[in-house]
């Protein structure tokens, strides 16, 4: 897992956060974590992370928002990073295809268990 060395987390949920952040950290990743859609924002421009994990339902900008925003937007040099959704909205197919074809995953956070996110971080490389 040498490609994907720095890590966005944006994630509202303090717990989840928490979690996912130790656990990554572990891992050798360098996490940064953010708790809302504008501090997401902030935290990728200043960071350029290689892999961004990212909620959908948080306040202030929702995922969708961030994502597409991070995919098009080169002043955060985010536009080559891999983004995986992080929701627990139902399957793709309730996404639109522009969304789709802007993340690099999307992941039913009620169905995660820790191990998957390194097959996930894998996956990617």
């Known amino acids: ?10 994630e509202d949920n303090p717990e989840l956060q928490k979690l996912y952040k130790l656990y990554l950290s572990e891992h050798g990743f360098e996490v940064t974590t953010a708790s809302d859609g504008e501090e997401g ?10 892999l ?11 995922g969708f928002e961030v994502l597409k925003i991070l995919r098009h937007d080169a002043n ?15 399957d793709t197919n309730k996404v639109s295809p522009e969304v789709q ?17 390194l097959e996930i971080i894998k996956s990617l490389e």
């Open 1 to 10: 897992m040498a490609g994907l060395r720095k890590i966005l987390l944006v």
């Open 52 to 62: 961004i994990f990212l909620d959908v339902m948080m306040p202030k900008k929702d």
């Open 76 to 90: 955060y040099g985010c536009t080559k990073a891999k983004i995986v959704i992080l929701s627990n909205l139902g």
């Open 101 to 117: 074809k802007d993340m690099d995953g999307y992941v039913m956070k009620a169905e995660i268990v820790l191990s998957d996110l």
């Open 41 to 50: 924002l902030e935290a990728a421009k200043a960071n350029k992370p290689d």
